[in-house]
């Protein structure tokens, strides 16, 4: 079956950008065109007005993993029992609340200074469970979000049926005041479209190595051209040791999804003309549902430690649990119903905190955004083209005290304990899937 994502399917393609040929040189050069790519290039450009700045992408620009995620902007995560208010992890919750919060705040910045359309939605979302055993110490949670600056509202029953429209998810935490949905494709897409003039992107570019040269400057090679810089930010995510850096403490995580045609009026006007919504499992492998402004229903409930993409049939075994999902929800819609079904790479860590370092003399990178991509991968592009102009502030410290992401086992070890780990949390996410 063909992998298409619905999201870049919904916007309208931008004219095909050059591949890097020849050899080149530039001020500044970028790995990677997705979210945190193109806001440090923003970033960059804005410090440094008269430099030549290059972004690479292996495939289209904006059209990787920052165009195929489930388009939630976090400022406030679920609180675990052992982060709550008066526990021994408050503490660094409510620091890493506080840089998602900031993140939040950079997503809203970009879309109001470039006029990025992408179906903005600052009305926050549900962490919303159908086995109410799945959430647990409410009360507690409660008091945890809004002393962290949430707006946090406990539903179920009839109070809950009336938000979703489905009566599948019994119990929610709904979680705004800064939480917020977008279109991601179009997201992206608008960071693209918005850049100066002094930022030129090569897209089908495959970045092969970094090599050193003399006087400071480093050599990115690629297949049909290499470009000289002095500076270089990897902005690959999932991706990074496609540019050498092996030892990141991060790893990829493929994810699939699928996408509905919209509903019907009839469709619509029987879940009772719901708003538009989001809904976050409470468990890491539940599944992300979303009912979207033009009514199509979302539905993401897979998510595997891959050491390969998934070929034609295994996505169409993965588009059945999606058909499973939705029908424990909406069921009159199946298989016929679904429009777009693809996937998706994020990079995930063992501590669930990011790798964002300087990797040696002018080499820069971050990985390790956990699910949380959009507003952590805009307000890293912007801290990490700080770090590498020599910019402080105390948010871009808090990021980097921040940044341990954890010891991992080499391989065979990490892929075999990253699998039994997978299986292990799916049998526990069964009810949400």
């Known amino acids: 079956m063909k992998n298409e994502c619905g999201w870049i399917a919904q916007v309208q393609n931008a004219p095909v950008r050059d591949r890097l040929s020849g050899a080149q ?3 500044w050069l970028i790995i990677g065109a997705g979210i945190t790519g193109l806001s440090a290039a923003h970033a960059l450009a804005h410090l440094h007005p008269q430099a030549r700045i290059v ?21 406030h995560e679920h609180p675990g029992n052992e982060e709550l208010l008066g526990s021994a992890g408050f503490t660094e919750f409510e620091v890493d609340t506080t840089i998602s919060r900031a993140a939040s705040a950079e997503v809203r910045e970009m879309i109001a200074r470039h006029g990025i359309e992408c179906d903005f939605k600052d009305s926050g979302y549900f962490f919303a469970v159908s086995d109410p055993r799945k959430l647990t110490h409410v009360e507690e949670k409660l008091t945890t979000l809004r002393v962290l600056g949430a707006s946090a509202q406990f539903l179920e029953g009839e109070q809950l049926v009336q938000k979703l429209g489905t009566g599948h998810y019994r119990a929610a935490i709904w979680c705004g005041k800064g939480n917020a949905l977008l279109q991601p494709a179009k997201y992206v897409k608008g960071l693209l479209d918005a850049l100066p003039q ?37 902005c690959l995510n999932a991706f990074v040791p496609r540019a050498g850096i092996q030892d990141s403490g991060t790893f990829a995580m493929e994810l699939s999804a699928s996408l509905t045609r919209p509903l019907t009026d009839a469709e619509f006007r029987d879940m009772g003309s719901v708003e538009p919504w989001g809904v976050l499992s409470t468990r890491p492998l539940g599944a992300t549902v979303r009912l979207t402004p033009d009514r199509r ?67 820069f990178a971050v990985a390790g955004c956990n699910g ?25 410290d808090s990021v980097m005290r921040r940044a341990q992401p954890g010891w991992l086992p080499p391989k065979p070890l990490l892929d ?4 039994l780990r997978m299986r292990v949390e799916a049998i526990r996410a069964k009810t949400e899937i």
């Open 372 to 396: 949380s991509g959009v507003a952590r991968g805009t307000l890293w592009g912007r801290l990490l083209a700080e770090l590498a102009s020599g910019v402080d502030s105390p948010m871009l």
């Open 297 to 363: 229903v979302m539905i993401r409930n897979t998510a595997e430690y891959r050491s390969r993409d998934l070929s034609a049939s295994e996505l169409s075994i993965r588009r059945q649990h999606h058909v499973l999902g939705l029908q424990r929800r909406f069921p009159w819609l199946g298989e016929q119903d679904i429009h777009y079904t693809w996937t998706g790479h994020l990079s995930a860590s063992r501590s669930g905190q990011p790798f964002f370092s300087q990797v040696e003399e002018g080499v």
């Open 198 to 234: 002094s930022v030129t992107v090569y897209e089908n570019t495959d970045i092969t190595r970094l090599e050193r040269l003399g006087k400071g400057r480093l050599r990115a090679n690629g297949i049909e051209g290499s470009i000289e810089a002095k500076q270089v930010l990897v």
């Open 416 to 419: 075999i304990g990253a699998m």
């Open 55 to 75: 972004v690479v992408d292996r495939q289209r620009a904006a059209q990787g993993a920052s165009a195929r995620n489930s388009g939630f902007v976090v400022a």
């Open 25 to 27: 040189k530039a001020d």
